[in-house]
């Protein structure tokens, strides 16, 4: 019997694995645990990789035609492209974080079979999600990208912020999704991590003032690595993970968690900009 945790033999595909963030992580552990890899992304992949594919997320045919190259089987696809808001429009962000990531993993599902399993990277910031779940019902039960786009043309003030909208729509989508996709024999888990040292993250502290993200609250004390994030995306495809569906996990070093159970100390937390 093969180890649970290898992925010899196991053909994945990776949107946002390319430069140098928490899907690039992903593909350089995935290559050491030996899966055919392609990867999906506006940028190149840190490694050789299966095959790599130029995509933006707001492009359907350019999706298609990636996902129609690679073919199947596929027994993995983990979900890391994303914008994060900012000097992106909400419109943007959410077209990619979520409409576009619904279709490339409608598309790649097609493509797997009984033991397939797909993870999504969300955040923290979409810590708000149980109670936002009527609110994005509308938009997670759309069909197909043309009417996920018109809805968010629809909705401008539902995905004002856009990055915290996109990230609340992914986890609600997740939880939905995971019981057809059940049905089949194919696993959907979500991760959502808190403040980690990637390339975007200067793009939130541009956002809300590098003095909120300097104090922003992890109860472990740092922030996360990329591997760090990209360790649990890659349990959660793997055959250990075999009994979770529908799951959000919260890789935040214990932020969410504290503040549920009210013995994180919000006032530590500066809510200024510099």
């Known amino acids: 019997m093969g180890s649970v945790w290898a992925y010899e033999g196991r053909r994945v595909v990776v949107s946002g694995g390319g430069g140098a963030g928490m899907g690039a992580a992903t593909v350089r552990h995935l290559a050491e645990l030996g899966a055919e890899t392609h990867v999906i992304d506006l940028k190149e992949p840190p490694i050789e990789v299966a095959g790599y ?74 810590a708000a999600w149980t109670a936002n779940i009527a609110k994005w019902m509308p938009l997670v039960t759309t069909n197909g990208f043309a009417a996920g786009k018109q809805w968010l043309q629809e909705h401008p003030r539902e995905i004002a912020s856009g990055y915290a909208p996109s990230k609340e729509v992914i986890i609600v989508w997740t939880v939905w999704r995971s019981f057809e996709l059940a049905k089949r024999g194919i696993r959907i888990n979500c991760t959502s991590p808190g403040p980690t040292d990637t390339p975007m993250l200067p793009a939130f502290e541009e956002q809300v003032g590098k003095a909120f993200m300097d104090n922003y609250p992890i109860p472990l004390g740092r922030r996360a690595t990329p591997d760090e994030q990209a360790y649990p995306l890659i349990f959660l495809n793997s055959p250990a993970a075999a009994a979770i569906t529908g799951e959000n996990i919260l890789t935040d070093g214990g932020t969410m968690g504290a503040m549920a159970v009210g013995t994180l100390d919000l006032s530590a937390f500066a809510l200024i900009s510099e």
């Open 53 to 126: 594919h130029q995509v933006d997320l707001r492009d359907p045919d350019a999706i298609e035609s990636a996902v129609d190259a690679i073919g199947g089987p596929v027994d993995a696809l983990f979900n890391c492209a994303g914008l994060p808001g900012g000097k992106f429009s909400d419109f943007d962000t959410m077209l990619v974080n979520f409409v576009g990531l619904r279709l490339l993993t409608d598309l790649v599902s097609d493509h797997m079979t009984s033991g397939g399993a797909i993870a999504s990277i969300s955040s923290g910031a979409g």
